[in-house]
């Protein structure tokens, strides 16, 4: 069979190329954002990325795989929150991770993903715990590390709890009087109660 | 047909009686904590409670009805906000409303059933729409009557935002530092954020 003759649908010659792995966690991640997570399936991304099914299987082993492939590659939106973190002093650091993490939900490509990503972690215990093991290791111990003190990781998570709750009353449900504050407003009342997590006495 | 030879798991002379009525939402209720919302069927729910499919149809209409008012009933957790800033004084309201939502979470019984409708609220949109419309009817308004100024809702909504947060990671996703702390830590730690959205300078 040459190549003009192969299947509709099929990558030509894709093999195992890390663009075809690439293609297929971009095609899990549009699904998720389209579908939800129950309705996605194995074969689904895989018509959708002109691939196998038997291959998405062999890459990614099942839907929990490929979520967890999809949320730890490059197109994950939180991963913009280390550069604030790590670039910078930890005076001010509320203010600037409420500004970029807004950002990144305001964006029309980051926010409409992280909004699926949630939905799906959500609609999935398996899911969930998938999610929340990627939150500690790549958003909350980096965090962590450039807090001081012993009750760092306390820090990170607190702070991680208001940034979560924001996300979920201004994007996923849209309370009125929270998803009309402008930026600015909402990062005047909202940063101090980060930076008091941050640094601040916590009576702990 | 007399009693003694009805079909079995039908409720005996039971009819649209209020106990009908509140077995049915405890049932659903029940059914949305162990199957999830996406499982759960009025076929199920009615056997559950032992009625005919067609008289949850009658009272409830569709299964987006029957959660509606499954959480306006008195088996919604969420209720038990109320009195706590309906009786006090705004003065410590932070650190009372955020000891109450904890022994609510923590209770054996409220805390999973909180816990289904927030999986319920997440894995449906329209579950959401209906969990938000209680939200603000029923918490966030009678909240925003007792704060005092015009940005009394968007201090509610502030509040709410912490207290959503606080609960996923602690309850749901159970991030290690933030479900090992004890009550009064977490209390220490978050009730001068939600006396401050209360009652503090927010810059708005």
New interface residues.
Partial sequence: MTEETRRPGRRRGSGESPQTREAILEAALAAFEEK?Y?ATTIRGVATAAGVDPALVMHFFGSKDGLFDAAIRGPGMPLRRLRDVFEAGPLDGLGERLIRRYLSIWDDPVAGPRLHAV??AA??SPAA?GI??DF??AEV?QPLAEHVTGD?A??R???L???????A???Y???????AA?TTD?LV???A??LQ??LTGD???
């Fill in positions: 939800g129950t949630m939905q959500a609609s969930g999610l929340k939150m500690v909350l009750d990781e306390t990170a998570v607190l991680a709890s208001q940034m979560i709750g924001v979920i009353t201004r996923v449900l849209r309370v009125d009087p929270m504050l407003q005047t009342a909202v101090p109660t008091r997590y916590l009576g702990l």
